[in-house]
């Protein structure tokens, strides 16, 4: 159920990751969210770390064309997932309460460009009416 809900019903096809540069000046507020939040988890390069958390890189929630799962993941955390043999994933918290509309925007931009291949087209808005749709408005 859980990667039917990050994956959608047809996840993408694998397809080569063109990042945009994470150096861009549009993306710079987005990279500090993911410094500042994100990057102790997935690693500073979007690497990710075994038993912790995964990668960014190539992710395919990233690389997803509609960011709505991005988005949710990153406003209702995803709770800690346990697979067969030694292999487990930690708990990742929300950010609903932490982080505001244009910074989650910034983040999902960032992380879509930067690891998804894909643009960075998200917006506040965007964020706010699933923030408002998962009931966790402020």
Do not use: W
């Not at 959608?8 to 080569?16: K, L, R």
């Not at 063109?18 to 507020?29: G, L, R, V, Y």
């Not at 609903?96 to 506040?124: C, I």
Request: proline content about 8%; hydrophobic content about 35%; charged content about 20%.
């Amino acid at each position: 159920a859980m990667s039917t809900y990050l994956l959608g019903d047809q996840p993408p096809q694998p397809q080569p990751v063109k990042p945009a540069s994470a150096d861009a000046a549009q993306f710079k507020p987005g990279r500090q969210q993911y410094l500042a939040v994100c990057a102790g988890c997935h690693g500073r390069e979007g690497e990710g770390k075994p038993h912790v958390a995964v990668a960014m890189l190539g992710n395919s929630t990233v690389r997803n064309a509609d960011p709505h799962n991005l988005i949710v993941s990153m406003l209702d955390g995803i709770e800690a997932q346990k697979f067969p043999g030694l292999e487990s994933l930690q708990d990742m918290p929300g950010f609903a309460s932490r982080l505001s509309d244009a910074e989650l925007a910034d983040l999902a931009n960032y992380l879509r460009a930067s690891y998804g291949g894909q643009p960075g087209d998200v917006s506040a808005d965007k964020v706010k009416a699933l923030r408002v749709e998962a009931g966790k408005g402020h």
